[in-house]
T-cell receptor, first 115, second 115 residues
Framework: AQSVTQPDIHITVSEGASLELRCNYS??????LFWYVQSPGQGLQLLLK??????LVQGIKGFEAEFKRSQSSFNLRKPSVHWSDAAEYFC?????????????FGKGTHLIIQP | DAGVIQSPRHEVTEMGQEVTLRCKPI?????LFWYRQTMMRGLELLIY????????DSGMPEDRFSAKMPNASFSTLKIQPSEPRDSAVYFC?????????????FGPGTRLLVL
């Protein structure tokens, strides 16, 4: 069975500082990977995704993530955070087979931005 | 274009009552997913449909939960009878199922409180 681990429940970063949120997955086949962001009381917004090809993917709002197969990781990064980045971040993994299948989510990382 | 639409956005009910949550997927999407989000368990897939047919309902917690998709533009998730432990945020997501992975787009969620 596939699983996703986000080891950091909370992360506090100063505004303007760099950010890295960790995500590790466990899955036997080629995964496809997502990062979603959830603001308080809101739904999930897709930040970026990896299906194949270049292992460094760019997303919205200045975020990027790097797929490292050898480490089973898909960490999310941003060079300089803004106060508006405070939110809950979820890493998710899906099947690489045909059709659409349900996603398995990590438990999330709550990002706090200090002024 | 309208995104995934869910109603109601908030629902407060008493234990034992029937609750019906509604979802309208993005037009043209043929796969629909129901997820539940709780503090304890995070985001969990409950059930998903391809072309209006339920494919995997292994995440449905109990027989009290049922889901239907009578046509391509509408789905319901029903809880009967409801219990306090069903309190959660319920998300609907949709995508267009093709060969290979696709991005799921999430609705704003229904926040359910069972007293």
């Amino acid at each position: 069975a596939q699983s996703v681990t986000q080891p950091d429940i909370h992360i506090t970063v100063s505004e303007g500082a760099s950010l890295e949120l960790r995500c590790n997955y466990s899955y036997g086949a080629t995964p496809y990977l997502f990062w979603y962001v959830q603001s308080p009381g809101q739904g999930l917004q897709l930040l970026l995704k990896y299906f194949s090809g270049d292992t460094l993917v760019q997303g919205i709002k200045g975020f990027e993530a790097e797929f490292k197969r050898s480490q089973s990781s898909f960490n999310l990064r941003k060079p300089s955070v803004h106060w508006s980045d405070a939110a809950e971040y979820f890493c998710a993994v899906g099947y690489s087979g045909g059709g659409a299948d349900g996603l398995t989510f990590g438990k999330g990382t709550h990002l706090i931005i200090q002024p | 274009d309208a995104g995934v639409i869910q109603s109601p956005r908030h629902e407060v009910t008493e234990m034992g009552q029937e609750v019906t949550l509604r979802c309208k997927p993005i037009s043209g999407h043929n796969s629909l997913f129901w997820y539940r989000q709780t503090m304890m368990r995070g985001l969990e897939l409950l059930i998903y449909f391809n072309n209006n047919v339920p494919i995997d309902d292994s995440g449905m917690p109990e027989d009290r939960f049922s889901a239907k998709m009578p046509n391509a533009s509408f789905s319901t998730l029903k809880i009967q009878p409801s219990e306090p432990r069903d309190s959660a945020v319920y998300f609907c997501a949709s995508t267009h199922s093709r060969q290979g992975p696709e991005t799921q787009y999430f609705g704003p969620g229904t926040r359910l409180l069972v007293l």
